[in-house]
């Protein structure tokens, strides 16, 4: 025990982590990568409660910093809404979402290709989940029309988008389920964890009730945080206040990501709403990538063409390779790791996933390059 | 909205602490300033998910950085229970303890000096909370016998202890509630947000079911981050898995403190491990300010002689300047500022709390004498 707890304390004076200045293509990681400013912010505000110097009762009201400012100014234009708080992240912002608009028993509707959190946060509000199904291999499209006999036959008291999903990159046709929504009048929620921070959206466009970002998964922040927008109509039931603590939002336990990760977002924020401008490029970038890696055999799944730099790859030439040498599946991360490049999942060959957001066209280039050479070295 | 937003975005360029390098007395932060290590780590795993590089489904199974071994053997050990997991902190841990423990309508039993999240919490859950009083003004103090006859009135579901409590620092028997509680069967949550990390504690010793504790608040951690510590009969119920994802567990959606504040949680544990070991000299060292600053005609409110660093102080004296200078209760911020003290809420003068847990003796000798010489140059 006391040999083993050495051994555990020791591993703790060892906090490096393996892929640093590596290319990045790892979906979850390449629209978080902080700023020069966030890094500055984390240095300045990493001491546990530093951002409470001048609380006055309300994490979303503090002026210094200037929270209140980005909260209730910069956030709900950014995204399209009346009224913006925080959260831990995307999936705490469903559950808070879920939780105060809906009682154990109620059924939701959701779109086949959500994020687990989806599933998860409705299970632990107590609710049915509904799935509008997607069209499976290869596109896995979710037509956004099947949601209609969906709320007939079922009633949902919510119904949910994910735009894009984290599996594909899908975009779905978000607008046309806003005209949906409200044509049955049911509180509409638009996951935007892979969508906000990245490319243009607008939740009053979309004509959605409530829009979710990720601080960390697309904001350029530290992990974890969460944004959450809604139309004025809905403050009262997702924001409201506690009857014994009249300054405490209930569903954010008073306050939520009360720390460092919200300075990073704060931070990164005038970049991000800058980088959203460049989606055009993103999106032909991913689209040329796309094409390359599909020279080599590799088959990209989901939409065609392509409209977002998530992108998942089936690649049965690697699969193949995979089975007969001595690293299994291990040799792909192995490969790409000694070449600069970290993305594929460890241990995956046959279906991966990979992001083209924080890499330039030359360095994707050398991806494609280090993917022909790795193929070359193994056949 | 155009000048506005643009002045809004201004102030994203200028996130600075204005108390950085300060004698800290600020009770919320003396317990969370970072340790060097946990310096390194925050700037090594700031960007966005990157604690999620080899991830296999679970943000408490990760081995690499160590977060396995630390929630697994560290965690358990140094709290004195059979399970542990992470939280977003000590608010969080408490509202999963009573959504997964209780049904909505069903009643608790806290103490009177809980903080006020407790409450906010019970309300987002749904709960009747019921409260063990204290002893009013000069003391405060629970007793904790009084939890026995308000069990036999109201069948509370789940009773709670704040050890200590937030504003005046009293340190309750909870060892004793822990033999209440077992002859009552009654589960037990001992909140030590301003216990774990500061001084011993033991789940265990004290009897009780969950403990908790909150990473910013005593574990020199950045903010958000909470430890929750269990019996092993509630893991299955509050660490329950998803029934469509067998690997995710609902409570946690998934996984809870998915960033750089858990990392800096585990850089400092081995500082934090060690520093429980001066206690002794951390309360004697409160005893001594204290003894000091009454002698100013301060008078400390809560346990006599106190038992903990943080000192809740009633100041007729600096009020009464308050109320004749220009900047009001304003002034007494702007002089221990001035003197490189950081400490009282800005406006506080009546009654304010410190902590000393932060600075050394003769730190606190030089924040008595600046009292002494605010005293002097407003008499």
Redesign the interface.
């Known amino acids: 025990m006391e040999q083993?707890?050495s051994?555990?304390?020791h591993?703790?004076?060892?906090?490096?982590?393996?892929?640093?200045g590596l290319i990045n293509l790892?979906p979850?990681?390449t629209?978080?990568?902080?700023t020069d400013?966030?890094?500055?912010?984390?240095?300045?505000?990493?001491?546990?409660?530093?951002?409470?110097?001048?609380c006055q009762g309300s994490l979303c009201n503090i002026t210094?910093?200037?929270i209140r400012?980005?909260v209730q100014?910069?956030l709900p234009?950014f995204l399209g809404c009346d009224v913006a708080t925080i959260t831990?992240?995307a999936?705490?912002a469903k559950?808070t979402v879920m939780?105060s608009l809906t009682r154990p028993g109620d059924s939701i509707l959701v779109d086949a290709n959500r994020h687990?959190?989806t599933?998860?946060?409705a299970?632990?509000v107590g609710l049915n989940v509904i799935e509008a199904p997607n069209s499976g291999h290869p596109e896995f499209r979710v037509t956004v029309n099947k949601y209609a006999s969906l709320i007939k036959n079922y009633a949902p008291k919510l119904i949910l988008l994910t735009y894009p999903d984290g599996n594909y990159g899908n975009i779905p046709d978000a607008r046309r389920l806003g005209e949906i929504a409200q044509e049955y009048n049911i509180p509409y929620i638009l996951n935007g964890a892979y969508a906000v921070g990245r490319m243009p959206v607008s939740m009053e466009q979309i004509g959605a009730d409530f829009i979710i970002g990720s601080?960390?998964?697309s904001m350029?922040?530290?992990?974890?945080?969460g944004v959450l927008g809604m139309k004025k109509k809905w403050e009262e039931t997702v924001l409201k206040k506690?009857?014994?603590?009249s300054n405490?939002e209930?569903?954010c336990?008073?306050c939520?990501?009360?720390?460092?990760?919200l300075?990073?977002l704060?931070?990164s924020?005038?970049n991000v709403?800058e980088r959203i401008n460049n989606w055009n490029e993103q999106v032909s970038k991913a689209q040329w990538f796309s094409a390359e890696l599909e020279k080599l055999g590799f088959i990209q799944l989901g939409q065609k063409p392509h409209r977002h730099d998530l992108l998942h790859f089936h690649a049965p030439v690697l699969y193949e390779i995979s089975k007969r040498v001595r690293e299994r599946g291990y040799f792909l991360y192995k490969e790409l790791k000694e070449r600069g490049i970290?993305g594929p999942q460890?241990g995956l060959t046959k279906s991966f996933k990979l992001s083209t957001f924080a890499a330039d066209r030359q360095q994707l280039g050398f991806v494609i390059d280090s993917f022909k050479a790795i193929l070359n070295k193994y056949s």
């Open positions: 083993k707890n051994k555990a304390l591993k703790l004076s060892e906090l490096h982590r393996q892929h640093k790892m979850l990681q629209g978080g990568m902080l400013a966030a890094r500055e912010a984390l240095t300045e505000f990493g001491d546990g409660y530093s951002v409470c110097d001048f210094n910093p200037a400012d980005f100014e910069l234009q831990h992240g999936r705490e559950f939780h687990y959190t599933i998860v946060a299970e632990r601080g960390h998964k350029a922040s530290a992990g974890p945080v506690s009857s014994t603590f405490k209930i569903e336990l008073g939520t990501a009360r720390g460092v990760p300075i990073t704060m931070a924020f005038p709403k970290w460890p």
